[in-house]
């Protein structure tokens, strides 16, 4: 059963999207994180404050900035997702969802 969650979060699913950023060719693009939404240093190296970020924030663009390996909430009930960062209940990675899979990934590495 384990698996079977592994292989949906990876990309086994309806929509054959993996809801690890940057694995597989479709992965959510827009997610809710800052550091990643916003420009680097070097394409802006003026400061951003908190308000100046709402742009960025509300953009249709992809991340400037890919947070690879981690882990987005993942689809609603209905299997939809909308890779938009103010759903963040879909697009935002945290430590609650990426520590479980780390976990996981490395008990399976030690034991194949």
Known sequence: MVLLQVDYILGDNPLRMS????????????????ASSLPSLSAHPARIGCKAGTK???SPNPNPNVLVGAVV????ITDAF??????FEESEPTT???APLV????YFSAHP
């Open 19 to 34: 809801y690890m950023v940057g694995y597989g060719s479709h992965y959510p693009k827009r997610i809710h994180h800052r």
């Open 56 to 58: 960025y924030f509300l």
């Open 73 to 76: 909430g993942g689809p609603n």
């Open 82 to 87: 909308p890779d938009s960062r103010p759903f």
């Open 96 to 98: 609650y969802i990426n």
């Open 103 to 106: 976990g996981l990934l490395g």
